[in-house]
């Protein structure tokens, strides 16, 4: 993906943090979702989930990572009874022998079309 197409599905965090960050050989992906720098918060979990799982692999390449050095997820879903579609596109990035996850349910979102959030920790030596 090209950086202008990176930069229009990223969207500048609603609070004071940044994407990614590296502590150590460790990078923790700050929770992403679907809302892009427009500020809309396209489709349906399916297409959701792409975008943030897209969006996780754009920020962790800012520091030469991909989500092959993903070591756990947490995944926050507004309505459970969206996890078989959440879970179908997760199972597209990520096998079983992938990172840890967790998914829980959650109230809401910091947008009312957000469906679903992820943060991810990858395991990234220093060279």
């Given amino acids: 993906m090209s950086t202008t197409a990176t930069q229009a599905r990223q969207a500048k965090p609603l609070g004071k943090y940044p994407h990614v960050k590296r502590a150590g050989d460790y990078l923790f992906v700050s929770g992403m979702s679907a809302r892009l720098a427009d500020g809309s918060v ?3 979990v399916r297409e959701q989930t792409c975008i943030v799982i897209g969006k ?4 962790l390449q800012t520091l030469d990572a991909d989500l092959a050095d993903c070591v756990a997820i947490t995944s926050y879903l507004v ?3 969206d996890f078989d579609g959440y879970n179908g596109v997760y199972g597209e990035y990520f096998s079983e022998q992938g990172p840890t996850r967790t998914t829980v349910a959650v109230h809401q979102l910091p947008h009312p079309n957000m469906l ?12």
Avoid: Q
């Fill in 42 to 44: 396209p489709g349906d």
């Fill in 56 to 59: 996780i692999r754009d920020a």
């Fill in 79 to 81: 309505n459970m009874r």
């Fill in 116 to 127: 679903v959030e992820l943060t991810a920790t990858a395991y990234k030596p220093l060279k």
